[in-house]
């Protein structure tokens, strides 16, 4: 079983951790300028801005279809974008029980969707001791950096391509370069709680959205 309590005390000492760490200098951002988007990843950004839905809060959208992350701050403006890996199984939904065989190592091909919808994310520890973004800690779903080993080149040069279906590799998680973890994601997102908005690629926006409905 996951223990959740392990995971507040993980990111109680991570979050104090990266409080104590200056912000590394970031590219200075567009104030509410926004980024060349799909029209699915616009719609989203517009409600956020909007309704203030983040709550002052640090924000991200990922988008399935473009295979591509935005990375903002408390005030809304954008730090940075990058494209991403996403899990090798199409679908928006998560599949019960995939955390707990997260921690096992097994995770079957079928069962390796990235989930769409709104989370309230929180930086932490993985069982390994190295830093991500819990975007569901009970379904192990993380936003994480691009991590050594065999695969490292074979992964580092689908992130290069510009076709979105070159990404769908990993087992369910957020996978972004190196680099732009320790420059945006950690220092932006990975100081305090967040939310992260997964857009779907198979179900209406509106479906997983619903507040988009009556706008």
């Not at 507040?8 to 409080?19: F, G, H, I, K, Q």
């Not at 309230?120 to 080993?149: C, Q, T």
């Not at 070159?166 to 370069?177: A, Y």
Request: hydrophobic fraction near 45%; aromatic fraction near 8%; charge should be neutral.
């Amino acid at each position: 079983m996951l223990d959740f309590g392990r995971w507040l005390r993980n990111a109680a000492v991570c979050t104090a951790w990266m409080a104590a760490t200056p912000l590394a200098a970031l590219a200075a951002p567009d104030t509410w300028k926004m980024p060349a988007v799909t029209r699915a990843a616009g719609s989203v950004l517009e409600w956020v801005r909007d309704s203030g839905d983040a709550g002052g809060r640090p924000f991200a959208v990922v988008d399935k279809q473009a295979a591509r992350i935005y990375v903002f701050d408390a005030a809304g403006q954008l730090a940075g974008e990058s494209p991403v890996l996403l899990g090798s199984a199409p679908g928006d939904h998560t599949v019960p029980g995939v955390g707990e065989r997260a921690q096992t190592g097994h995770v079957p091909p079928e069962e390796r969707t990235t989930p769409a919808g709104r989370f309230e994310a929180a930086p932490g520890l993985n069982d390994k001791g190295e830093h991500v973004v819990w975007v569901d800690y009970e379904s192990a779903f993380a936003i994480h950096r691009l991590r050594p080993g065999f695969a490292f080149k074979a992964r580092a040069d689908r992130l290069g391509t510009d076709l979105a279906h070159d990404k769908r590799v990993s087992w369910g998680c957020v996978v972004v370069p190196v680099a732009f973890y320790l420059q945006v994601v950690e220092q932006v997102l990975g100081r305090s709680p967040s939310v992260v908005y997964v857009l779907p690629e198979a179900s209406p926006l509106r479906k997983v959205f619903h507040e988009l409905a009556a706008n």
